[in-house]
């Protein structure tokens, strides 16, 4: 089941033991967990597989994989770079990983297909947070490259939406939405895009970006009002350094899980 109005800790403490202290402090008042590389550089994957045990909360992969998907014509199965990666994270207990789909078609195919086969989800990411993102995600395109790209590999359409696509960040929401990926990362910190994948996609997102990276300063239960608004309960608001990096991340998490609670009393009091 999908989650709703979500709060996910962003977890990028390198030191592996007060990592996992904070996971352990805050699980009371998270829905998840999200894990990156960098949290996971000294220990492996057990990280993950420790996170999960202590904190009983669902756990998102954020490792960004980018890499060949590759089907074995011969042995019909996946044996790309990408299928390796997804199920070891797996494996260790990761119940959501994020991938791009910028890489291509059989790359994203071949993510969704090993998570799902092993009970598990695929974020992608079709646009992101950080300063200089729309140079590549807000290109235009040209919409009949694509169509004859999905022509080419014979995936089946729906052309009419095709048609709305005018960026490169619209056509991975497309291709997404077409491969039925599970959700998507998106940028709280730009309204305007997240409308748009609105446009595209009822499928879950998961909003980085509340806090340091707000672009308008906003207090924070202004941005996660306006990042639930636009989003729908199908979404859930990813805090990073705004809990891990306080004195008191216990005590930040609950006050953010509280800020949840008023915001998503006044969305349906509205």
Request: overall charge neutral.
């Amino acid at each position: 089941m999908p989650l709703h109005y979500g709060i996910i800790l962003a977890n990028d403490v390198t030191e592996p033991k007060r990592a996992l202290e904070i996971s352990e402090l805050v699980a009371p008042y998270v829905d998840g967990i999200k894990i990156g590389i960098t949290t996971i550089l000294d220990t492996g994957l057990s990280m993950i597989s420790e996170t999960k045990k202590i904190t009983g909360k669902l756990i998102i992969a954020d490792f960004k994989i980018a890499d060949i998907g590759f089907w074995n014509s011969e042995k019909k199965k996946w044996e790309g770079t990408n299928s390796k990666i997804v199920e070891k994270v797996i494996d260790a207990g990761a119940d959501y990983v994020i991938c791009h789909s910028i890489i291509g078609i059989s790359s994203i195919q071949e993510c969704i297909e090993i998570a799902h086969s092993k009970g598990a989800k695929i974020l992608t990411l079709p646009y992101m947070t950080h300063k200089g993102a729309e140079l590549f995600f807000n290109h235009p395109i040209d919409v009949n490259h694509v169509f004859k790209i999905f022509e080419k590999e014979n995936v089946k359409i729906d052309v009419n939406k095709l048609n709305q696509c005018q960026t490169i960040s619209d056509v991975l929401l497309f291709l997404g939405n077409t491969l039925n990926v599970d959700g998507f990362i998106g940028p709280t910190n730009n309204p305007s895009i997240l409308e748009r994948y609105r446009k595209f996609s009822n499928k879950e997102i998961f909003g980085p970006g509340i806090g340091r990276q707000s672009k308008a300063k906003l207090p924070i239960q202004e941005q996660l009002k306006i990042f639930y608004e636009i989003c729908g309960k199908n979404s859930s608001a990813i805090i990073g350094s705004a809990i891990y990096d306080s004195e008191t991340p216990q005590l930040s998490a609950k006050t953010f899980n509280g800020i949840r609670n008023d915001v998503i009393k006044s969305l349906r009091s509205d």
